[in-house]
């Protein structure tokens, strides 16, 4: 049983594109994430929901937007893609947003080109 | 920003323990202490978390100073699958409503010979 599942796990485009990534999971967590690794491998949160709610937005530029569907999803659609845009995407989830354990994703990696 | 310290890496061998240190000098009263890790082409995974006093789990032990300027954790046998990347990470407060945010450093890329 996958807890958190991201499709797809590898994604390459041209720059200009919009694309989106789904994430999903099944442990009936009510808050979900967004976090970019870069080449250099930090790990940066983008975005944080909780109950459909978006709680965290760490400066993330207009071009990604988050959608949230229900509480076992969290979607990011990219719009006119970039080379920086250019990492892998890890979705994840926890229990609330007191941040304890969180459940991480197997990664979509986006390539842009 | 509370922030941590951590060496790039560390070698260990297989069936050995392993301490993997982190530095938090600026960590605030209320800030827990918590460690992941990451496996090659995989997501981040929990290993485990504390405030002050120290933990165990089945993955680790965690050990606290008492002044919590500092943490170690503790592999007791080291495998070849417990080669990674091990992050320490505090609870950081942000900008966004008082909602925590975890800030991922570097981490320690540990390394397992058999």
């Known amino acids: 049983d996958t807890a958190v599942s991201q499709t797809p796990k590898y994604l390459v485009t041209q720059m200009g594109n919009d694309k989106s990534i789904k994430c999903e999971q099944n442990l009936g967590h009510d808050t979900m994430y967004w976090y970019k690794q870069d080449s250099k491998k930090f790990l940066k949160i983008m975005f944080s929901?909780?109950?459909?709610?978006?709680?965290i937005n760490e400066t993330v530029p207009n071009r990604f937007s988050p959608k949230s569907p229900d509480k076992a999803h969290l979607n990011l659609h990219i719009n006119s893609l970039e080379l920086g845009d250019s990492a892998v995407y890890f979705c994840?989830?926890?229990?609330?947003?007191?941040?304890?354990?969180?459940?991480f994703g197997p990664g979509t990696r986006l390539t842009v080109l | 920003d509370a922030k941590t310290t951590q060496p790039n890496s560390m070698e260990s061998n297989e069936e050995e323990p392993v301490h993997l240190p982190c530095n938090h000098s600026?960590?605030?009263?209320?800030?827990?202490i918590h460690w992941y890790r990451q496996l090659p082409s995989q997501g981040p995974e929990y290993v485990i978390h504390?405030?002050?006093s120290n933990v165990n789990n089945r993955m680790a032990s965690l050990a606290i100073a008492e002044d919590r300027k500092s943490s170690t954790l503790i592999l007791h046998r080291a495998t070849l699958r417990d080669a990674a990347v091990y992050y320490c990470?505090?609870?950081?407060?942000?900008?966004?409503?008082?909602?925590?945010?975890?800030?991922f450093g570097r981490g320690t890329s540990l390394i397992v010979h058999p």
């Open positions: 929901y909780n109950n459909k709610e978006l709680i």
């Open positions: 994840a989830s926890s229990r609330g947003q007191d941040y304890n354990e969180q459940f």
């Open positions: 600026t960590i605030s009263g209320t800030d827990y």
């Open positions: 504390g405030l002050t």
């Open positions: 990470i505090l609870r950081d407060p942000g900008v966004s409503g008082g909602s925590y945010i975890p800030t």
